[in-house]
């Protein structure tokens, strides 16, 4: 009698634990249900922000997964016009949404490619390409050179910021902010370790600080003397222009190859100039006492 009263409670355990596995199973299901559930509502949020929301607003957010899918929506509609404004759509502190992204960082593999994506179809817009690529916002005065430099994006993107607009690379942020190129704030926060960007960037500055040099060494030759026809050498036009004597005689020397016809000579001799050519450094002035 007792092994038979042992073995009905054996049953109705048995009984219950079936029951207990059957709750938890149901429970389970249940998770399941609205796991499923949750990554449908966020599919569908998602989509509703591709199709709503700007590109601008989605940078903004940090969404830049989403602002890639929305890049890729507006290609595909083909409405240039449209695909034109959200590129260069600025916020409020006339943040593009380039800025953006560089701004938050270049890690995640949407970041990486997006940017090259906004360059590759933004250039076919020049004016308003090179005036983003040379935007200094008010609150920072740093290009998207400047934050891919801030930000240690890589080199590949580096590299494409520096050939869609090398100017950005003598252009410094704001005062507040340490008055530095894109070079000084990378070698300020991540030249250590980093040599081939620091060679890079070193590299790329030099050379563009040598070409704007001489660039603006030729039109001052081109304006005196060929615009204004002044004479090579003249202390009166020298006096007149309100140059140095020193400055107005390499002018000069240009001068008087461009009224002579002997280009070549003159591209030669600019050849040699702006060789140790730096970006002036700031320099605080004392104040003179009242």
């Known amino acids: 009698a007792g092994s038979d009263e042992a073995s009905h409670e054996d049953s109705e355990n048995d009984d219950d634990d079936?029951?207990?596995?059957?709750n938890n199973d149901d429970e389970y299901d249940d998770d399941d249900a609205d796991s499923e559930e949750y990554e449908t509502d966020d599919e569908e949020e998602s989509s509703k922000l591709i199709q709503t929301k700007t590109l601008l607003f989605l940078c903004q957010e940090g969404q830049i997964?989403?602002?890639?899918?929305?890049?890729q929506l507006l290609q595909t509609e083909n409405n240039l016009d449209k695909l034109q404004k959200e590129i260069f759509q600025m916020g409020h502190d006339k943040n593009y949404p380039l800025h953006e992204v560089v701004m938050g960082g270049t890690l995640e593999n949407s970041s990486k490619t997006i940017v090259p994506e906004l360059?590759?179809?933004g250039?076919?817009?020049?004016g308003p390409f090179l005036v983003m690529?040379?935007?200094?916002?008010?609150s920072h005065a740093r290009t998207a050179l400047h934050w891919a430099a801030w930000a240690n994006a890589s080199l590949e993107i580096t590299r494409s910021?520096?050939?869609a607009n090398p100017e950005a690379l003598i252009l410094k942020d704001k005062k507040s902010h340490g008055s530095r190129t894109p070079l000084e704030?990378?070698?300020r926060y991540h030249g250590k370790g980093n040599v081939k960007k620091v060679s890079f960037l070193e590299t790329s500055t030099q050379l563009w600080t040598q070409h704007r040099l001489r660039l603006a060494v030729y039109k001052a030759s081109l304006h005196w003397f060929r615009h204004n026809s002044c004479l090579p050498f003249d202390k009166k036009g020298r006096k007149e222009a309100g140059i140095t004597p020193k400055?107005?005689?390499y002018l000069s020397v240009l001068g008087y190859c461009l009224q002579r016809e002997m280009e070549p000579l003159l591209w030669r001799i600019l050849g040699f100039v702006g060789g140790k050519a730096q970006i002036a450094k700031l320099t605080n002035r004392k104040r003179r006492r009242s």
């Open 18 to 22: 079936d029951e207990s596995d059957d």
């Open 65 to 71: 997964r989403l602002a890639r899918q929305r890049l």
């Open 119 to 121: 360059l590759e179809i």
């Open 123 to 126: 250039k076919q817009w020049k």
């Open 133 to 138: 690529l040379n935007a200094q916002p008010p």
């Open 161 to 163: 910021l520096t050939m």
């Open 185 to 187: 704030i990378f070698k």
């Open 247 to 249: 400055n107005w005689f």
